[in-house]
């Protein structure tokens, strides 16, 4: 096969390939804010699968939990169940404090859904620092942190069985409306209320 052949068989490729990422992207943005049951495809979601993670709490639980600060809240909007390697899922589901936000302003879950396998592997060092909440879940711990985002996260990681379950509440640095006596408060309250499967 000489070059030019060659040449035009990976220039179509790329187009091609190109295409179809500038409709996954297109389709992506067409989710709304409300939309639980939709999930993005990407190589790494699953489209028709659903952890069940956006039911486990009420909003009007967390609204009521989280006070003042969530007086506009919005979602939850489901990340879609992702591939974590090897038959582990995830799942991630975002509460806007504001129309419009992103999850570095919200309160939001995580689930990490294990096998037995590879829960051993992590089971040591999951939920085994910070203060013991209880009545949730196997085991549970609350824990602050400021990522590199610049923000300020207050989290109660939560153990049931082989699940691994997050409590997030993530501000701006600059425009937090917890501390973290209060934070753990509120989000004790929503991981008590939550049903842990």
Not at 40 to 61: F, M, P, R, Y
């Amino acid at each position: 096969m000489n070059k030019k052949v060659v040449i035009s068989i990976v220039g179509i490729i790329l187009l091609v390939v190109a295409g179809g990422y500038m409709l996954t992207k297109k389709d992506s943005n067409k989710s709304t804010a409300t939309d639980v049951s939709k999930t993005s495809t990407t190589i790494e979601q699953k489209d028709a699968e659903d952890l069940g993670l956006c039911n486990i709490v009420d909003i009007s639980t967390i609204k009521s939990a989280l006070g003042a600060a969530a007086e506009k809240l919005t979602g939850p909007n489901n990340t879609g169940v992702t591939s974590l390697g090897g038959g582990d899922k995830g799942q991630t589901c975002v509460y806007p404090f504001k129309e419009g936000g992103n999850q570095s302003d919200s309160f939001y879950t995580d689930l990490a859904d294990y096998s037995k396998e590879s829960f051993d592997k992590v089971a040591d060092i999951t939920a085994n620092s910070g203060t013991d909440i209880s009545g949730i879940g196997d085991r549970a711990k609350f824990t602050s942190s400021e990522p590199l985002t610049g923000g300020v996260e207050f989290t109660i990681t939560a153990v049931k069985d082989t699940k691994v379950y997050l409590f997030v509440i993530s501000q701006p640095k600059d425009a937090t409306t917890f501390d973290a006596s209060s934070a753990q408060t509120a989000l004790t309250k929503i991981a008590q209320a939550a049903k842990l499967n």
